[in-house]
């Protein structure tokens, strides 16, 4: 029975307890016996996998501005 979901995880009871599961993978990442703890450790891990996600998706936007103004070349290196 799934007690919560999000992006990327979701919290269901299981045999030991309530399992936090990946699911994208289908891993159970975390089992625990308090709802408070595989809330709180699946919101955290899905906050991490979203937050991660923007900051590559941003970082890559830069340096392909950068490269379209000449900053710099296809590897990332600065043109002096």
């Given at each position: 029975?799934?007690?919560?979901?999000?992006?990327?995880?979701?919290?269901?009871?299981?045999?030991?307890?309530?399992?936090?599961?990946?699911?994208?993978?289908?891993?159970?990442?975390?089992?625990?016996?308090?709802?408070?703890?595989?809330?709180?450790?699946?919101?955290?891990?899905?906050?991490?996998?979203?937050?991660?996600?923007?900051?590559?998706?941003?970082?890559?936007?830069?340096?392909?501005?950068?490269?379209?103004?000449?900053?710099?070349?296809?590897?990332?290196?600065?043109v002096q």
């Open positions: 029975m799934t007690v919560h979901t999000n992006q990327h995880y979701e919290v269901r009871v299981g045999a030991s307890g309530y399992e936090v599961v990946n699911l994208e993978t289908a891993v159970i990442e975390e089992t625990t016996k308090n709802l408070p703890d595989a809330l709180f450790a699946a919101e955290n891990m899905n906050a991490v996998l979203v937050h991660k996600t923007y900051e590559w998706i941003g970082k890559r936007a830069r340096e392909r501005a950068a490269e379209e103004i000449g900053l710099v070349r296809g590897g990332g290196n600065t």
